[in-house]
């Protein structure tokens, strides 16, 4: 079945430390996106990208990175720059065209150690 | 920019009674508007989505949503509730002359008490 997948299910993170969460889509979607999800603050866009080689920044870029080397992947790394990463992230793809739904993955939850 | 405000953060129903949860954005021109469902710890899933045309837009679980562009409205509306349909609910609008971009909401959390 085609669809989104995001993995860990659950990260833990140290202080100081870089992770990196995953994102595969076999969907054949052009359009990739990362978001960050906190109680009550709804989705807020990190970062996206339309086309492969190509990125760019969401709302709430500060703290994070990413790259898009492959259609099919779209990793997400959370820098020690980033300060409060307690969060639930959530990556999602889409055909071309605003008027297409976007489809997401069942996201990994970022805790602090 | 476009904004999206549910008006409503928690709404508690008892099962089998009717429910609307309210949604309005902010742009007076051509909008996309979509309706999204997430469960406990898991992603979104489209509920419904209005593009052009009718007014009256139906999606999947029984629910529905109706377009009213003078009032910039697109509430979401199931006439009987089930306690599987306890979740959050996101309504996102996009540009159709912009990117692939969602604007969404903060979410309404309901809650179906037996």
């Known amino acids: ?113 | 920019a476009q904004s999206v405000t549910q008006l409503d953060s928690q709404v508690p129903v008892f099962e089998e009674a009717p429910v609307e949860l309210r949604c309005n954005y902010s742009s007076s021109v051509s909008v996309y508007l979509f309706w999204y469902v997430q469960y406990p710890n898991q992603g979104l899933q489209l509920l419904l989505k209005y593009l052009s045309g009718s007014t009256l837009v139906k999606g999947i679980n029984g629910f529905e949503a109706e377009f009213n562009k003078s009032q910039t409205s697109f509430h979401l509306r199931k006439p009987s509730v089930h306690i599987s349909d306890t979740a959050e609910y996101f309504c996102a609008v996009s540009d159709p002359g912009g990117s692939e971009k969602l604007v969404f909401g903060k979410g309404t959390k309901l809650t179906v008490n037996p």
């Open chain 1, 1 to 113: 079945d085609g669809g989104i997948t995001q993995s860990p299910k659950y990260l833990f993170r140290k202080e100081g430390q870089n992770v990196t969460l995953s994102c595969e889509q076999n969907l054949n979607h052009d359009a990739m996106y990362w978001y960050r999800q906190d109680p009550g603050q709804g989705l807020r866009l990190i970062y996206y990208s339309q086309i492969v080689n190509d990125f760019q920044k969401g709302d709430i870029a500060e703290g994070y990175s990413v790259s898009r080397e492959k259609k099919e992947s779209f990793p997400l790394t959370v820098t020690s720059a980033q300060k409060n990463p307690t969060a639930f992230y959530l990556c999602a793809s889409s055909s071309e065209g605003s008027n297409q739904p976007q489809h997401f993955g069942d996201g990994t939850r970022l805790s602090i150690l």
